[in-house]
């Protein structure tokens, strides 16, 4: 009797889901009846995916571009398997169930749960073409959709730096390069001076909300961004001397020692119009909070110690266009 109910049940979680090989649930919701996507094709596609309890883990929409892709071969069960069944404007719900991806001696990511869910709408399909000369017009059409995608964001940066800090009600001040910043709470001492190091506490936003790195635990676990693989610890920087964005380099010369700040970052002060892998996407005003807990100078005997990256994790990893 308890099997019978459990088999009731998973249908009705499962209702409307059609099973791939390897175990991968998905729904067409909008099928536009076009070509399907084939290997080695390129697109375009939003994706949200949430673990089962809706929690999202990574969504497309937040860091304001699709996902770029030239489409591989995919694994039975995974979720690139899914994209055969979808064309140019179809959208669909994907479950991948992570027995099947994390095989026996894999490491399997902190998620509860037994899928992952993906939410898939795909923008553009540009197929790959056959014959001579087919690379180079593919390739052109590629080309021509990024930038067409990249000036879009570009136009949409002022009034998203705008509007996070409207929307915040922040009161801070403007500096002649574009960088915001308020301090929310006033430090004790002197600011630091070029080549000081500054040991801080950061946690790195979009305009969003959303937030794709910190180096703060309980923050980290606040919201939903902790990384067991992760140490998290204060990192020392040498402010002044560009070995980190510019944004950084200048709004941490304006704070001292105990003060907490938000800085509102324009892209061309932090990773401007190529972005940075999958993580941060080009033209994107940056948002952090930031803690100094000390400041050091100098010490011309002391050992030289490689900065921090501050390059945050990437979870998608989008494939630019060759030629681009």
């Known amino acids: 009797m308890f099997m019978a109910l459990a088999t009731i049940g998973l249908?009705?979680?499962?209702s409307g889901y059609k099973q791939a090989p390897g175990g991968m649930l998905y729904n067409i919701h909008i099928d536009k009846g076009g070509q399907k996507i084939k290997v080695g094709d390129f697109m375009a596609v939003?994706?949200?995916?949430?673990?089962?309890?809706?929690?999202?883990?990574?969504?497309?929409?937040?860091?304001?571009?699709?996902?770029?892709?030239?489409?591989?071969?995919?694994?039975?069960?995974?979720?690139?398997?899914?994209?055969?069944?979808?064309a140019e404007g179809d959208s669909a719900t994907v479950k991948t169930n992570m027995d099947s991806i994390f095989k026996k001696?894999?490491?399997?990511?902190?998620?509860?749960?037994?899928?992952i869910v993906y939410e898939i709408k795909?923008?553009?399909?540009?197929?790959?073409?056959?014959?001579?000369?087919?690379?180079?017009?593919?390739?052109?059409?590629?080309?021509?959709?990024?930038?067409?995608?990249?000036?879009?964001?570009?136009?949409?940066?002022?009034?998203?730096?705008?509007?996070?800090?409207?929307?915040?009600?922040?009161?801070?001040?403007?500096?002649p390069d574009g960088l915001f910043y308020t301090i929310t709470k006033p430090?004790?001492?002197?600011?630091?001076?070029?080549?000081?190091?500054?040991?801080?506490?950061?946690?790195?936003?979009?305009?969003?909300?959303?937030?794709?790195?910190?180096?703060?635990?309980?923050?980290a676990q606040k919201n939903n961004n902790f990384n067991p693989g992760l140490e998290y610890k204060p990192v020392k920087i040498p402010v002044g001397v560009k070995k980190v964005?510019?944004?950084?380099?200048?709004?941490?010369?304006?704070?001292?020692?105990?003060?907490?700040?938000t800085l509102v970052i324009p892209?061309?002060?932090?990773?401007?119009e190529r972005g940075y892998g999958g993580a941060i996407?080009?033209?994107?005003?940056?948002?952090?909070?930031i803690e100094v807990l000390n400041i050091t100078h100098p010490n011309p005997n002391a050992p030289k110690q490689a900065p921090p990256s501050l390059q945050p994790s990437v979870q998608m990893k989008p494939v630019k266009p060759s030629g681009n």
Do not use: H
Not at 281 to 289: H, I, T
């Open 46 to 86: 939003n994706v949200v995916a949430k673990t089962d309890a809706d929690s999202v883990l990574f969504s497309s929409y937040q860091q304001g571009q699709p996902t770029f892709q030239v489409v591989p071969k995919g694994n039975p069960g995974d979720v690139m398997s899914v994209f055969p069944y979808l």
């Open 187 to 219: 430090g004790t001492g002197d600011k630091p001076a070029v080549g000081d190091t500054v040991e801080v506490y950061y946690a790195g936003k979009f305009t969003s909300g959303k937030m794709f790195e910190t180096n703060n635990k309980e923050i």
């Open 105 to 115: 001696g894999m490491r399997r990511p902190p998620i509860k749960g037994k899928y």
């Open 281 to 289: 996407p080009p033209f994107a005003p940056l948002v952090f909070d």
């Open 245 to 261: 964005i510019a944004g950084w380099d200048e709004g941490l010369m304006q704070l001292n020692k105990g003060a907490k700040a």
């Open 11 to 14: 249908a009705s979680c499962n």
């Open 122 to 175: 795909v923008e553009k399909v540009i197929a790959k073409g056959t014959g001579k000369g087919a690379d180079t017009v593919w390739n052109a059409q590629i080309k021509k959709y990024y930038d067409g995608q990249v000036e879009l964001m570009k136009k949409a940066e002022s009034a998203k730096f705008k509007k996070y800090i409207d929307d915040n009600k922040l009161v801070g001040v403007t500096t």
């Open 267 to 272: 892209s061309k002060l932090a990773y401007g």
